[in-house]
């Protein structure tokens, strides 16, 4: 039997990966992309986001994390509700748009307010409406803990399959998959 290894909370020698190193290497990993919107004194807000995911079955909570230097987030923590909108492959654009820090995000696209007060997408896969329930502070980002208030299914989404971020492209199926735009995942686009 081998000799359990010696662990190290600090083995001194190894340095953490710098910024870009560290984008690299979490690019390795497919994620599905979101826009999580809410709504500011009447006003609409939301911006992309690829961190999500459910956290508990009972009580139903899911979570997001969001660049707490972001223009968008800060104004929905203060609503206190959201609405995850999941994105089909066949809307880049959306992302994009939300993933911009250039223009209204909103400008000239349908929407409809939900009934739990935050903007619902047109033709999204799923939409998730929750309440904030708790928000921790980690490094240069929020971890955002959502209660889930309800799940909504649009219809004629059979078939559909979702928006995926791999290696920077969106997408896994075509090795020449157009690459995000260079800027799309700082700060100022993810919240």
Known sequence: MPAEPAITTDPG????????E????????ATGVTVVTGLDGGE????????????SLEPPLVLFCADHRGRSWPRIRASGRFCVNILAEDQRELCERFGSSKGRKFQGLEWEPS???APALPDVL???HAVVQD????GDHDVVIGRVLSCERPPGNEGRRPLLFFR????IDEPDAP???????RGDRWG
């Open 13 to 20: 020698h190894a340095a953490p990966p710098a910024p870009v």
């Open 22 to 29: 560290f984008r690299r290497a979490m690019a390795e990993f």
């Open 44 to 55: 609409p807000v939301g911006f992309a986001c690829q961190s999500f995911a459910s956290v």
């Open 115 to 117: 009934p739990w007060g």
């Open 126 to 128: 799923l939409r998730v």
């Open 135 to 138: 928000v921790h502070v980690a």
């Open 168 to 171: 920077s492209r969106f997408g």
């Open 179 to 185: 690459i995000a735009p260079d800027p799309w995942a």
